[in-house]
């Protein structure tokens, strides 16, 4: 396996308070990813996310869908700027828009997104609302590769977090989503030191990441963690 010799370059694309994204900065700061965040994307000019990037001093800019007629116009210009900033790999940390073709075919396995439910089960959005009324033990969070369809991608990791019997959906959403800022930082770990290998809608990690102990969640994680220097 041949180890990368600089820091991955991170594009992140976010459109709220960008609590994900502030997992990924911190893992950079701490050198828990071997990444730095060379663009900060916003579709939402009022994000919070773009406040996270100010005061990290990371380059941003916000480039509002409202303003193109149709996705393939706004795809093309965000794809423009990541490719101007030389990404290795979109990150899409609550960004609320599909991408389409377009996007998933410039960069082909090399976007990830984080979703705040076990997929396949409950894709799309309201995910804690629907596992709630379904009855299910056990929700969690899943970062898989974006393809063209609707957190339809590979599975790269998952998280899974017990549904209690007093569960809302604003406290269910809370644990998932302290899982959420464990398992994504991870999952760009993994893609960093090359030990990541697509085969048709499987993901195969083919040795796990040395520093997995300083992300470890009392929580059951699929693939577990270990030990093994790559």
């Known amino acids: 396996m041949k180890k990368r010799t600089t820091k991955l370059r991170l594009g992140v694309l976010a459109s709220g308070s960008g609590t994900n994204l502030q997992s990924i900065i911190d893992a950079c700061a701490n050198d828990n990813i071997d990444a730095q965040i060379v663009r900060i994307i916003c579709n939402n000019p009022d994000a919070g996310a773009l406040q996270r990037a100010e005061r ?9 869908h409202r303003v193109f007629t149709g996705r393939r116009g706004f795809d093309a210009a965000i794809i423009e700027q990541l490719q101007h900033d030389a990404v290795d790999l979109v990150v ?6 599909i991408v389409g073709a ?3 075919q410039a960069f082909p396995q090399r976007i990830m997104n984080i979703h705040p439910a076990l997929l396949p089960a409950f894709p799309g959005l309201q995910v804690q ?6 009855g299910a033990r056990f929700s969690g969070c899943t970062v898989h590769f974006v393809d ?12 899974v977090v017990p549904i209690l019997a007093d569960d809302t959906e604003e406290s269910l959403s809370a644990r998932i989503l302290e899982q959420e800022h464990r398992i994504y930082p ?22 796990a990441w040395a520093g997995a102990d300083k992300l470890r969640a009392e929580v059951l994680l699929n693939p577990p963690y270990t030990t093994k220097t790559i």
């Open 129 to 134: 609302k629907k596992a709630l009324e379904s």
């Open 148 to 159: 063209a369809g609707v957190d339809t991608g590979p599975i790269i990791i998952q998280a």
């Open 56 to 64: 990290a001093g990371i380059p941003r800019c916000c480039i509002n």
């Open 102 to 104: 377009d996007f998933v």
């Open 186 to 207: 991870l999952a760009i770990q993994l893609f960093a030191a090359n030990a990541l290998k697509v085969e048709g809608q499987r993901v195969i990690i083919e040795q």
């Open 92 to 97: 899409l940390a609550g960004f609320m828009r």
